[in-house]
């Protein structure tokens, strides 16, 4: 009973993960490539490389959170 609530609570953290990942993206990647430039708004390499870095770490805190789960 514990392996199917622990792949239960896998598989929500998972969707979790790839909801957040997905969001993020479709915010990131037109950031990047200059949607906002004719405003002045313009994301330097390195700041996008340190963004694309966070959602990386946000998405392995999330996932580590996992072993809070009650497996009841």
């Known amino acids: 009973m514990k392996a199917l609530n622990l792949a239960k609570k896998a598989y ?3 969707i979790q993960n790839l909801m957040w990942a997905t969001g993020y993206n ?3 990647i037109p950031l990047a490539a200059g949607v ?9 390499p390195a700041v996008g490389a340190i963004l694309m870095s966070l959602s990386t770490i946000i998405v392995a805190i ?3 959170l996992l072993r809070r789960a009650k497996l009841d």
Do not use: D
């Not at 906002?36 to 330097?44: A, Q």
């Open 12 to 14: 929500s953290k998972t």
């Open 26 to 28: 479709v915010i990131a």
């Open 36 to 44: 906002l430039s004719p405003w002045g708004i313009v994301l330097s």
């Open 62 to 64: 999330t996932a580590i």
